[in-house]
Nanobody
Framework: QVQLVESGGGLVQSGGSLRLSCAAS????????MAWFRQAPGKEREFVAT????????FYADSVKGRFTISRDNAKNTVYLQMNSLKPEDTAVYHC????????????????WGQGTQVTVSS
């Protein structure tokens, strides 16, 4: 069982930066792959980035590659999403999620989800 709580969202101007955090509880955090998804109003939830359990592998959606960085600190049971050069189209509720197997792109692969944190980018 993993419980996830996101923080760090807010309102930022276009070109600005935010750092999201996702604190996890549960003894199995270091064994699960973690990811960030986002969902804008009226749109489906979409994959943003993922990091493997040992931090060896990361993957990003093309729309955020080069601007966002995912990382994790297993000693602190926390995963991060550093977001730079933000654009209005990045506006969404950002959720962290945990999975043990399956396609990292698909939300269906993730068994545990946080409640989300709102990110709003003004133009």
């Amino acid at each position: 069982q993993v419980q996830l709580v996101e923080s760090g969202g807010g309102l930022v101007q276009s070109g600005g930066s935010l750092r999201l955090s996702c604190a996890a509880s549960g003894r199995t955090f270091s064994n699960v792959n973690m990811a960030w998804f986002r969902q804008a109003p009226g749109k489906e939830r979409e994959f943003v980035a993922t990091v493997s359990a040992n931090s060896y592998s990361t993957f990003y959606a093309d729309s955020v590659k080069g601007r966002f960085t995912i990382s994790r600190d297993n000693a602190k049971n926390t995963v991060y999403l550093q977001m730079n050069s933000l654009k209005p189209e990045d506006t969404a509720v950002y959720h962290c999620a945990a999975r043990s197997s399956g396609s990292f792109y698909s939300p269906l692969s993730y068994a545990y989800w946080g409640q989300g944190t709102q990110v709003t980018v003004s133009s």
